[in-house]
C-alpha cells in the first residue's frame, strides 16, 4: 500500500521541476492520440515545435498568441490568490474587446486612441467581473457558477452587436466596424504581427509580481486567500479585497481583449477569442499562481496552439490535440503540485 | 393576456418546454448527486459533450440507438471516475479539476470527432429517437401530446426524478451519500467509507450527464456540433443551487430554466425583427444568475462540500 504524507518543507527544485514535469507527462500522454491518429509521435511534436518556436518569425507567432493568456493568466492566477473563484476570463476579455473596439473607431490621434482604449477596455472587464464579486459579497452566490454563467450572457451580448447594431451592412458579416487605423498598435518588428500589446503584457506579468509579493494590496489579497478568519481577525475588509481583487482580475482579463482587438483583428467577430480565457486557468496553474511564471506557461500553451495548427497540416493529426494537451496539462500540474504538500511513503501490509 | 395564456398553453409550447428541460434535468440530477456527497463537478460541460460524441458515433457506426445511449452512459461514469480519482482519491481542488475535466473532455471530444468523422461540410447525422405516444394518456388532452408522445429519454427523465428521491432519501446507499456529503468524520466513524461512496456518487452523476449528453446529439439535434451542449452544464450547476440540492426541486428548476428558454424562443421567432436573437439567448443565463441570487440567501449547499477528505488527517 502506498500512502500519501504530509511534507514538512518543500525542496527548492520542486517550484521549477514540477511544471517541466507536468508538461512531459502531458506530452507523453497525449502521444497516444497522436498515435491513434496513424501519425510518428516525434515527427508530429518536431512539426509542433520547428512550427512554434523553430526560427524567428515563429517565436513572433507564438508572442503574439502567448499575449492573451498572459493577461488572462495573471487574471485568473489574483483571483485565485484570494480565492476568487474567477472563471469568467473569458467573458471579461471580450467584454474588453467590445470596449476597446468601441473607442478605438473613434477618429483621434493614434496614441491617445491607444489609451482610452486600453483605460475602456480594462474598464469594461473590471465591471463584468464585479458581478459574480458583488454577487458573493452581498447575497452569497457562489462566484464559479456566476462568473461561468456570465460568459455566456457576454458572449450572447457580442453577438447581439456584431449581427445587429455593429452588423457590416456592406458585406452582411456578423463583424464589427474596424478600429481606425492610427489606433492600430504598432508592429515592432517589419513584417510580423509582434504588436506593442505583446511588450505591455510582457511587461504587466513583473508588475502584477511586485503588487503580489511587496504592496499592502497583494498582501491583503494572499492573506485573505489563504485564511480569510485569519485576514479578518487581523483587521482586513475581506468583503473589499474580494472586490479589489475582482476589479483588478477582471481589468486584466479585458486588457486581454485590448490587445487581441488593436494588435491583431483590429475589429471584433464572433471568434475572437478561442477560449483565451479558459486557457488563462491553466496558465495560471501551471504557473504555480506566480505571476512571473505565467509568461513561460503562457508561451508553452501559445507554442502547443500554433504548433498543432502546423503539425495537423503536415500529419493530419486533428489540431484539436491542443485543446487535449492543455486540459491533461492542467490536470497534470495539479497531481504534480500534490507533490508539493505531499509525499509517497510506502506502508507495510501490517499496516 | 388571454392571447399569451393561449400561447403558453399550446400543445406544442408544452412539448418544447418538456424537451428543453429533459437534458438539463439529468444533468442536474447527475450534478445533485455529485455534490450531494461533497464533490462539485465542474467537469459537467465536458462530460456531456464527450457523452454526446460517443453516442452520436456508437450510433452512427453500429446503428443502434440504445447501444448509443450506453456509450455515453459508460463515457459519463468513465470520466466521473477520473474527476473522483483527482479529486476524492487526491483531494485536488475541484473548481480547477473540474476546469481541467471539461478542458479535456471536450478537447477529446472535438479530436476524436474530427479522426473518425473528418472534415465535412455537412456534419454527419444520425436517424435519432422517434417520439413514442404513450397508450391512453398520450389522448389526454393538451398534456397527453405534449408529456406522453415524447422520446423514450424523455420518460426516462421524469422516471428518473422520483427515482433519484427515492434513492437519496429512501435508501441506505443514500444516507451514506448525504452523510458523507454533511459530515464525513461521521460517517466514517459510523463505517461508511468515504472514498468508496464519493466516488460512486460522482459516477453515477456522470452516467446522468452522458444522459443528457446523449439525449442532445441522438434525440434533440440528431448530429454531433460544436455547440450541442453550449452552457448547458453550466446551467445545470446554478440550477442545483437554485434547486437546493434536492431532486424534485432541482427538476422544478430544470422546467423552470426550459419554460424561460422556450419562451425566449417564442419571442425569437414571433418577429420582433428589429431586436437580434441573440438578446434572448442572454435571457435564460441572466434569469439564471438572478434567481440564484434571490434562492442563495437560504440556499444551504452540503457542509462538505469542496472539502477533500484525507482519513489520516483528523
Request: hydrophobic content about 55%; aromatic content about 10%.
Amino acid at each position: 500500500m502506498f500512502r500519501l504524507e504530509v511534507r514538512t518543507s518543500t525542496p527548492a527544485w520542486f517550484n521549477l521541476a514540477l511544471p517541466l514535469l507536468a508538461i512531459a507527462a502531458t506530452l507523453v500522454l497525449c502521444s497516444g492520440l497522436i498515435a491513434l491518429a496513424g501519425a510518428g509521435v516525434l515527427e508530429s511534436y518536431g512539426v509542433m515545435f520547428t512550427a512554434s518556436l523553430g526560427d524567428s518569425y515563429a517565436i513572433t507567432e507564438t508572442l503574439v498568441r502567448a499575449a492573451p493568456m498572459i493577461f488572462t493568466g495573471l487574471a485568473v492566477a489574483v483571483a485565485f490568490r484570494a480565492k476568487f473563484w474567477n472563471i469568467g476570463a473569458e467573458g471579461q476579455l471580450l467584454a474588453g474587446a467590445v470596449a476597446s473596439c468601441f473607442v478605438g473607431a473613434i477618429p483621434m490621434p493614434g496614441p491617445l486612441a491607444m489609451l482610452l482604449m486600453a483605460i475602456a477596455g480594462a474598464a469594461a472587464g473590471a465591471a463584468v467581473a464585479l458581478v459574480p464579486a458583488t454577487l458573493r459579497v452581498r447575497f452569497k452566490v457562489d462566484d464559479v457558477v456566476s462568473s461561468l454563467l456570465l460568459n455566456s450572457v457576454i458572449y450572447y451580448a457580442l453577438m447581439a452587436l456584431i449581427e445587429g447594431p455593429w452588423k457590416d451592412s456592406f458585406s452582411g458579416y456578423p463583424i464589427s466596424p474596424p478600429i481606425e487605423d492610427s489606433a492600430n498598435f504598432p508592429v515592432l518588428i517589419e513584417g510580423t504581427r509582434l504588436h506593442l500589446g505583446v511588450i505591455v503584457a510582457l511587461i504587466a506579468a513583473p508588475l502584477i509580481w511586485f503588487l503580489i509579493v511587496r504592496t499592502t494590496l497583494g498582501f491583503r489579497i494572499r492573506v485573505t486567500g489563504e485564511n480569510p478568519e485569519a485576514a479578518r481577525y487581523g483587521g482586513i475588509n475581506v468583503e473589499r479585497v474580494l472586490i479589489s481583487t475582482a476589479l483588478l482580475s477582471g481589468a486584466l482579463a479585458g486588457l486581454a481583449g485590448v490587445g487581441e482587438v488593436g494588435g491583431v483583428h483590429f475589429q471584433v467577430m464572433s471568434d475572437i477569442s478561442p477560449g483565451y480565457g479558459y486557457s488563462g486557468i491553466v496558465v495560471a496553474m501551471l504557473a504555480r499562481l506566480n505571476p512571473l511564471g505565467v509568461v513561460p506557461a503562457a508561451i508553452f500553451l501559445a507554442a502547443v496552439m500554433t504548433g498543432a495548427e502546423a503539425m495537423s497540416r503536415a500529419t493530419g493529426v486533428p489540431a484539436f490535440l491542443s485543446d487535449v494537451i492543455q486540459g491533461t496539462a492542467l490536470l497534470a500540474m495539479l497531481v504534480a503540485l500534490l507533490f508539493t504538500a505531499y509525499r509517497i511513503r510506502r506502508v507495510g501490509a501490517s499496516q | 393576456m388571454s392571447a399569451v395564456f393561449e400561447q403558453i398553453f399550446q400543445v406544442g409550447f408544452l412539448a418544447a418546454i418538456i424537451r428543453i428541460a429533459t437534458p438539463l434535468a439529468f444533468a442536474t440530477l447527475g450534478e445533485m448527486f455529485s455534490e450531494r456527497a461533497g464533490v462539485l463537478n465542474l467537469g459537467i460541460e465536458g462530460i456531456m459533450l464527450l457523452s454526446a460524441m460517443t453516442g452520436f458515433t456508437a450510433t452512427s457506426l453500429s446503428g443502434s440507438l440504445w447501444l448509443g445511449v450506453l456509450a455515453a452512459v459508460l463515457t459519463g461514469m468513465l470520466m466521473g471516475a477520473l474527476h473522483a480519482l483527482f479529486t476524492v482519491a487526491l483531494g485536488l481542488s475541484q473548481h480547477v479539476c473540474g476546469i481541467g475535466v471539461t478542458l479535456f473532455s471536450s478537447g477529446l471530444a472535438y479530436f476524436l470527432y474530427r479522426l473518425i468523422f473528418g472534415q465535412q461540410s455537412v456534419p454527419p447525422s444520425i436517424k435519432g429517437f422517434q417520439t413514442v405516444p404513450i397508450p391512453i394518456l398520450s389522448d389526454i388532452p393538451v398534456l397527453g401530446p405534449a408529456v406522453f408522445n415524447q422520446f423514450a429519454l424523455v420518460y426516462m427523465a421524469i422516471i428518473a426524478i422520483p427515482l433519484a428521491a427515492f434513492v437519496l432519501y429512501r435508501t441506505p446507499w443514500g444516507l451514506s451519500v448525504r452523510m458523507v456529503g454533511e459530515n464525513p468524520r461521521a460517517a466514517d466513524s459510523a463505517g461508511v467509507s468515504v472514498i468508496a461512496t464519493r466516488f460512486q456518487a460522482v459516477i453515477l452523476g456522470g452516467a446522468l450527464m452522458g444522459l443528457a449528453g446523449a439525449f442532445l446529439s441522438m434525440a434533440q439535434f440528431n448530429a454531433f456540433t460544436f455547440g450541442v451542449v453550449s452552457g448547458r452544464g453550466w446551467v445545470a450547476i446554478a440550477l442545483v443551487v437554485f434547486g437546493r440540492w434536492d431532486p424534485w426541486r432541482s427538476a422544478g428548476a430544470a422546467l423552470l430554466f426550459a419554460f424561460v428558454d422556450a419562451l425566449q424562443l417564442r419571442m425569437q421567432a414571433s418577429g420582433l425583427g428589429h431586436i437580434p436573437y441573440e438578446t434572448f439567448l442572454m435571457l435564460p443565463f441572466i434569469f439564471t444568475i438572478v434567481a440564484m441570487a434571490v434562492m442563495s440567501r437560504n440556499a444551504v449547499a452540503p457542509s462538505a462540500l469542496l472539502k477533500p477528505f484525507r482519513r489520516e488527517e483528523r
